[in-house]
Each structure stands twice: as C-alpha cells, then as structure tokens.
C-alpha cells in the first residue's frame, strides 16, 4: 500500500490537493520502497523486525523523493513522534473526522492530532462544516501549535504570527476567532477564544446602531470574529 502522505514531500507538488491520486492511473508502473507493514484488521503498523506474518500483513511503500534518495538503513519511517516535532513545525496532512469542536488531521501513516476549530482559521466564515479547510481527504498544511501530554495540537495558521490567545498575550487590537458559549439577551455574548481563556462582548459591542444590539442573531456554537 502506498498512503497519500508517504507520496509527496511539499503539499506544492500535489497538483490536485483534493484529488492527490488523479496523476496516477492503473497499470502505472512506479518506482517505491518497502518501509513497513501493518495489519489490515487492526490497522496496527508493524516494524521489519515483526516476523508473524499472516493473510492480513501488508506491505507498505514510499515514493517520497527525500525517503527514495535515502539508503534503505536511512529510511525515517514517516515522521518522529509527535511531541518531538517542534513548536511552529509545517506539516502536510488531512482531515480525517470532523467532530463538534475540532478536527482530527491524519499527519502521517502512523500519528493523527487535534485541530481545534478555533486555530483553524483566522476567519469565522472558514469555519462551517463543508469549508474547504475542514473538507474530509483534502491535503492541506497546518503547524504544531503544542505538544504536551503525549499528544499534539495544530493550527491552521502558522502560529509564530498568531499564538494561543491567552491573558499574557492578548493586546488591545487583536483580531480573533471565537464561538458563542452562553447569551444573555441584556448582557451580551460568552465567546470561548482558547481552551483556557473565555471573553465577552457587550450588549453594546454588538453593533453601531441601537437596533443592532440584540442578541436573536446568534446561536451558541456560532464562530465569530472580534
């Protein structure tokens, strides 16, 4: 098996993101290397060193150019554990399941991670369900936004210009990407901009005019910007 991120090192040589698999055709002799196995039942990879073999062992290649100029002792085997990769690290991967408030991205054939919907964009109306950024199968780039606890976040953003909003780093100015939580029809809204940090807008923060301060227009859930 051949997996579509262990074919391309840069997402720019994908000619069609969406359909990565269109500039091949059947019959197509290609040239790859041997990296692995995995069982097709659990879908658990398997190291050269795994010798029981059975009906469901399968065979995995690269064609990657930088995996392919390698010695076959070099090969790096996809990426290194996710919290070794740094902070701030491009990545090429793809939506693989879209939940409630974040996405899961496929980041290579062995590691997933979380991209919350709030670091998908720095735009509200990007994030919708049916929005090419959280498309299912399309290959994208995002960046490690953390790794901490055995596990790693993305943005859809290169986070060294837009960092995790939280009281330290908040100035007066910023422009960000938050989701209703609670509405109060005489106070205003309850917008969760991180995982740790929450804001409000004001009843009078709504809009320019008197009758645009109301609440009837949002829903909790509902991505802003403010």
């Known amino acids: 098996r051949l997996h579509v991120l262990e074919i391309y090192d840069h997402l720019e040589d994908c000619k ?6 269109d500039a091949f055709k059947v019959n197509q002799i290609l040239e790859a290397k041997v990296i692995g ?10 190291p050269f060193s795994h010798t029981l073999f059975s009906s469901v062992t399968v065979v995995d290649f690269t064609m990657k ?12 085997n996809g990426l290194p554990r996710p919290t070794l990769i740094p902070v701030g690290t491009k990545l090429m991967g793809y939506v693989e399941l879209l939940k409630r408030n974040h ?3 496929r980041i290579s054939r062995h590691f ?3 991209l919350s919907l709030l670091r998908a964009s720095t735009d509200s109306k990007d994030i919708v369900e049916g929005s090419k950024i959280l498309r299912p199968n399309v290959l994208s780039h995002y960046w490690i936004d953390n790794s901490e606890d055995h596990s790693i976040s993305l943005s859809g953003v290169d986070p060294s210009g837009r ?7 908040l100035t007066v100015g910023d422009e960000l990407v ?4 609670k509405i109060s029809p005489v106070v205003g809204l309850v917008l969760r901009l991180s995982s740790t940090l929450e804001g409000r807008v004001h009843l009078t923060d709504i809009g320019n005019y008197i009758c645009e301060t109301t609440t009837s227009a949002f829903k909790c859930g509902q991505y802003l910007n403010c």
């Open 103 to 105: 996405a899961v991205v």
């Open 112 to 114: 997933t991670a979380s």
């Open 178 to 181: 938050g989701v209703v939580v």
């Open 37 to 46: 196995f995995h069982n097709s039942k659990s879908h658990r990879y398997l």
């Open 65 to 76: 150019p930088s995996e392919m100029a390698l010695p076959e002792l070099a090969l790096t």
């Open 16 to 21: 069609n993101p969406e359909k990565p698999f």
């Open 163 to 169: 960092p995790i909003p939280t009281i330290e780093t």
